[in-house]
């Protein structure tokens, strides 16, 4: 399976931004996608993940009403819609997919596939 995300970009405190990830290759052998991120000098942090039937989604509490997640299942495309977006949301999204679980993954080391990491700058 491979990953590719994209969507990263500058935008202001309050602005918007919507991340894609297209999924290639094995993808019918998936159970759960998800968006982490990382900031200059901090470890990679859960954000959001998603099964991939859709039905069962998570968000991190500081994303929680900002952030939604979502899957095009016939485009095979994960997305992050991001809203009301701050400074502290700053950092590289990287998404990711796993091939079995129970429940929905929320740390690194649960994931099979990574993206290659796009990055976001919100400004003040």
């Known amino acids: 399976v491979q990953l590719q995300a994209s969507g990263g970009g500058s935008v202001q405190a309050g602005g918007s931004l919507r991340l894609p990830c297209a999924a290639s290759g094995r993808t019918f052998s998936l159970y759960a996608m998800g968006w982490f991120r990382q900031a200059p000098g901090k470890d990679r942090e859960f954000v959001s993940a998603i099964r991939w039937s859709g039905f069962s989604k998570f968000y991190a509490d500081s994303v929680k009403g900002r952030f939604t997640i979502s899957k095009d299942n016939a485009k095979n495309t994960l997305y992050l819609q991001m809203n009301g977006l701050k400074p502290e949301d700053t950092a590289v999204y990287y998404c990711?997919?796993?091939?079995?679980?129970?429940?929905?993954?929320?740390?690194?080391?649960?994931?099979?596939?990574w993206g290659q990491g796009t990055l976001v700058t919100v400004s003040s």
């Open positions: 990711a997919a796993v091939r079995s679980g129970i429940g929905l993954p929320l740390i690194t080391n649960q994931y099979d596939y």
